[in-house]
């Protein structure tokens, strides 16, 4: 049986036992170290730092992987790294380590930005009628509104109908004022005809979001965009709060995930919506996913989408703020903000 190779350091030269020389746990370096070189031990060669280096990374890698943008590229560079060094036959521990950690990482912030893209993003929402404004802000129904009446009607041509003209612009401002108000109550049955009758506190949030769509739309530079939408979340935190009961809305999305736990996604307004993650990685620390046996899950199973629902539920915190929107991008947390909420309680209407 032949002896095991000896893994790379810096043994005595065997031309000059004097010295020492670097073995690569393949062949001999080409030159020899001083007489006062280690002849053993702990390798020095530069090699042996890189080998350590790339460990160092691929731990790094792995910590921080739930960073989308960070975590890839560490995982990626540590990958990179411990495949070059073995194809330069540096096959210690720490470079085999570092190639199994940097793919696990890599494989994990892959997973978890297609969750991100794929799950809690929606394309640009279309235009719906009645529901924005010619800028992409909310607006009005889209009833056309009454063309301004012709000059022939408002002045009157008869000498004799001058006296009945200021009579008559009592009337027709009342007129107006009925056609409003009446389009208004057209808007408000609509809206409980879709999303059921809301709740005061359930008003309120709509009516903040949906007046922010205004303001961002108005943001000229991307940190006016997002100062409008700290300033959103902090009204809702100070006029509505983290909490929604006996909220209603209608269902957007419904399904599970490969752990079989519920996820669920209601909207309460046009391009308003409450959910929870879709997946177990995004979860992992804001336990939203609803496990089978409860009854809440139970109700979830007989719902589809459109269905009308009541529900409660706390969103879930931010770092600044009582909620916090799970879009990808800025610019749909402001068009199309999608609210992250641990549901209490999701029952059918």
């Known amino acids: 049986m032949s002896n095991p190779t000896p893994p790379p350091?810096?043994?005595?030269?065997?031309?000059?036992?004097?010295?020492?020389?670097?073995?690569?746990?393949?062949?001999?370096?080409?030159?020899?170290?001083?007489?006062?070189?280690?002849?053993?031990?702990i390798p020095t060669h530069p090699a042996v730092v890189l080998g350590t280096g790339v460990f160092v990374l691929a731990i790094a890698s792995l910590v921080f992987f739930w960073i989308p943008v960070l975590g890839l590229l560490l995982a990626a560079g540590a990958l990179a790294w411990s495949i070059v060094s073995l194809t330069r036959n540096l096959r210690t521990w720490k470079v085999v380590?570092?190639?199994?950690?940097?793919?696990?990482?890599?494989?994990?912030?892959?997973?978890?930005?297609?969750?991100?893209?794929?799950?809690?993003?929606?394309?640009?929402?279309a235009v719906e009628s009645g529901s924005t404004t010619d800028e992409g802000t909310p607006g009005a129904a889209s009833d056309p509104e009454p063309s301004d009446p012709e000059p022939s009607e408002m002045v009157p041509t008869d000498p004799e109908d001058e006296a009945a003209g200021g009579a008559s612009d009592a009337p027709r401002s009342s007129t107006s004022e009925s056609d409003e108000q009446q389009k208004?109550?057209?808007?408000?049955?609509?809206?409980?005809a879709t999303?059921?009758?809301?709740?005061?506190?359930?008003?309120?949030?709509?009516?903040?979001?949906?007046?922010g769509f205004g303001t961002f739309d108005e943001a000229d530079t991307d940190l006016q965009q997002s100062e409008a939408i700290r300033k959103r979340n902090e009204k809702i935190?100070?006029?509505?709060?983290?909490?929604?009961?006996?909220w209603t809305g209608v269902v957007a999305?419904?399904?599970?995930?490969?752990?079989?736990?519920?996820?669920?996604?209601?909207?309460?307004?046009?391009?308003?919506?409450?959910?929870?993650?879709?997946?177990?990685?995004?979860?992992?620390?804001?336990?939203?996913?609803?496990?089978?046996?409860?009854?809440?899950?139970?109700?979830?199973?007989?719902?589809?989408?459109?269905?009308?629902?009541?529900?409660?539920?706390e969103f879930v915190r931010d770092d600044d703020a009582c909620v916090q929107t799970t879009n990808v991008t800025q610019y749909f947390s402001g068009i199309d903000p999608q609210f992250l909420m641990r549901f209490s309680a999701v029952d059918a209407r």
């Open 237 to 246: 935190c100070s006029e509505v709060g983290s909490t929604a009961d006996g």
């Open 195 to 211: 999303y059921g009758k809301q709740p005061r506190s359930e008003r309120e949030f709509v009516a903040i979001v949906t007046d």
């Open 9 to 41: 350091g810096w043994y005595p030269d065997p031309q000059n036992p004097q010295s020492s020389r670097w073995w690569d746990g393949r062949s001999w370096g080409p030159s020899a170290a001083a007489a006062g070189a280690p002849a053993q031990g």
């Open 97 to 125: 380590s570092a190639t199994v950690l940097s793919s696990v990482s890599l494989v994990l912030g892959v997973a978890l930005m297609a969750s991100l893209v794929g799950g809690n993003d929606d394309p640009a929402p």
């Open 253 to 313: 999305d419904v399904g599970a995930n490969g752990e079989g736990k519920a996820w669920v996604e209601i909207e309460v307004a046009p391009h308003v919506t409450v959910h929870t993650w879709n997946n177990a990685l995004s979860d992992a620390f804001d336990d939203t996913l609803i496990a089978p046996g409860s009854s809440m899950f139970d109700n979830l199973v007989a719902l589809q989408e459109g269905d009308t629902v009541t529900f409660s539920g």
């Open 184 to 192: 208004s109550e057209s808007k408000g049955s609509e809206d409980t």
